[in-house]
């Protein structure tokens, strides 16, 4: 009996340490909802720009709307016996849509990522080093200022010259969420470098790009379209005592362009740093696209801008403040090159005031006012825009 005990302890413990190692992996769902109301005063509010984002553009803008931005976030992750770990994330829009039913159906990140003390690789839609290694939103409120997404552009016309004008500051070009293959080495004595390949920017996950139409092309007939689409970026963090840290990074990107007869190759960087002192963050960036991207018939079409941040946290609040500038040569703004004089350049500017509340885990309230403005030089006086607007949301986190 006893070693009928014994057998049976030990089959028993065995299949438990079978099962263990066989354990499904974690899985969190989470996400989150804002909502937002914008108010907006422009002096162009016909040429592309609708009452609220995503309605199409009406001859009177309406100056005021409302906004949604939804997403759930589903987590899986394990870590093997070998000590590899590996986690998957993906991100499904959410939100409701009337006006093209069904378009926001879809994933806006999925990636597997697979890291060891070697470092981590990361395969999937992402964005790259360019995006991560750029400190400028650092000290910018989550979301808004002059980087956010949730920011002033939902609310402005920034899109009035046909040019390379970015929208946000030091913002260069960049593969965004496309299709890659990325890698970043160890954090060691604060410092890490990546970089990411993407068979072409147009990749969203198919084994073909899309062209404007959504339908299934080759990768050369893409508009747009540039291939063996690399980023690089590295970053170096120091702590410097207990209430103060540095970080300063530099990425860059380096692509070919499809149609070699007509576009120019992309050649892109930026360069940013940050500060955290007390309960102040500090950051500031300067990127170039040089004529990276634009068409070979325009002239002086560099592209190039810098912004700035400041915000302070104190509890549950924080106020900040944000600038950019961005600039662009004459000839980027008119597919007639000769039409347009070269000593022209094309520049826009914001200046952003916001705050923030934390009402309770996972709940905040905030609200961003700001001032915006293009010019033309005079070349294309009736593209040019200046806006002053305000922002109110509040965002869940789940």
């Known amino acids: 009996m006893k070693k009928l005990l014994l057998g049976t302890t030990a089959l028993v413990g065995a299949s438990f340490a079978a099962t263990a190692a066989m354990a499904a992996p974690e899985v969190r769902i989470g996400g989150y909802l804002d909502f937002q109301a914008g108010f907006s005063s422009q002096d162009l509010s016909a040429a592309g720009f609708g009452p609220a984002p995503g309605v199409p553009a009406v001859t009177t803008d309406r100056g005021f709307g409302w906004a949604t931005d939804t997403e759930l976030l589903i987590r899986a992750s394990d870590k093997l016996d070998n000590g590899l770990a590996w986690s998957v994330k993906i991100e499904l829009e959410a939100d409701a849509d009337t006006v093209n039913p069904g378009s926001n159906d879809n994933a806006d990140e999925v990636s597997i990522v697979f890291s060891g003390s070697w470092g981590q690789l990361t395969l999937g839609n992402e964005d790259g080093p360019v995006d991560a290694k750029n400190y400028v939103g650092d000290g910018q409120i989550t979301g808004i200022g002059v980087s956010g997404a949730r920011g002033y552009r939902r609310w402005t016309n920034t899109k009035t010259f046909t040019n390379g004008l970015w929208a946000a500051g030091a913002d260069p070009s960049n593969s965004s969420d496309a299709t890659k293959i990325m890698y970043y080495t160890p954090t060691i004595a604060g410092f890490q470098a990546g970089v990411s390949y993407s068979a072409s920017n147009k990749d969203n996950g198919s084994s073909r790009a899309t062209d404007g139409s959504g339908q299934q092309t080759t990768y050369a007939s893409a508009p747009g379209s540039f291939e063996n689409y690399w980023e690089l970026g590295a970053s170096y963090d120091v702590k410097v ?28 960087w930026v360069v940013s740093a940050k500060a955290e002192f007390g309960g102040f963050t500090a950051s500031a960036g300067y990127g170039d696209d040089g004529k990276s991207g634009q068409n070979k018939a ?4 560099d592209v190039s801008g810098y912004a700035g941040a400041l915000k302070y946290t104190t509890g549950p609040y924080v106020v900040g403040v944000s600038y950019m500038h961005n600039s662009a040569g004459a000839n980027a703004g008119n597919t007639n090159a000769s039409s347009v004089s070269n000593t022209a350049k094309y520049t826009s500017d914001a200046f952003t005031l916001g705050a923030q509340y934390t009402m309770g885990a996972g709940l905040v309230v905030y609200a961003d006012t700001w001032y ?14 200046t806006a002053i607007g305000l922002l109110i949301g509040t965002r869940a986190t789940f």
């Open 241 to 268: 005592s207990d209430d103060f840290a540095l970080g300063f990074a530099a990425a860059a990107t380096l692509a070919d362009a499809d149609d070699q007869r007509w576009n120019r190759d992309i050649k892109a």
């Open 298 to 301: 325009l002239g002086n079409s």
């Open 372 to 385: 915006y403005t293009n010019d033309s030089d005079g070349v294309a006086t009736t593209s040019e825009n």
